[in-house]
Nanobody, 124 residues
């Protein structure tokens, strides 16, 4: 399985970006998939998750109401629509496949897959 992330860039506060993650080797609905982010000198954190069966979604508190995770089966792509961006959203964003819930958070399984990061920079 390979994940190819794209769509990062520089945007002003209040703006929007859409990240994409092209999936190859398995269908996008085969796994619980999600987006993580890592800011400089901070730990990587989960941002959003979409469940493999049924497509239910989960969001971290810091992005609820602003970010939307989705997937397109036809193109086998995972998306993250980011609206009302804030400077604190600045980070490298990673897509990931084969996640699991272990209270109180989501984690990637040891056999899971990472995409390469894409930089998102929000200027104030």
């Amino acid at each position: 399985v390979q994940l190819q992330a794209s769509g990062g860039g520089l945007v002003q506060a209040g703006g929007s970006l859409r990240l994409s993650c092209a999936v190859s080797g398995r269908t996008v609905g085969s796994y619980h998939m999600g987006w993580f982010r890592q800011a400089p000198e901070k730990e990587r954190e989960i941002v959003a998750v979409i469940i493999s069966s049924g497509g239910s979604t989960w969001y971290g508190d810091s992005v609820k109401g602003r970010f939307t995770i989705s997937r397109d089966v036809a193109s086998n792509t995972l998306y993250l629509q980011m609206n009302s961006l804030k400077p604190e959203d600045t980070a490298v964003y990673y897509c990931a496949a084969d996640l699991r819930w272990r209270n109180p958070n989501w984690y990637i399984r040891p056999e899971g897959y990472w995409g390469q990061g894409t930089q998102v920079t929000v200027s104030s």
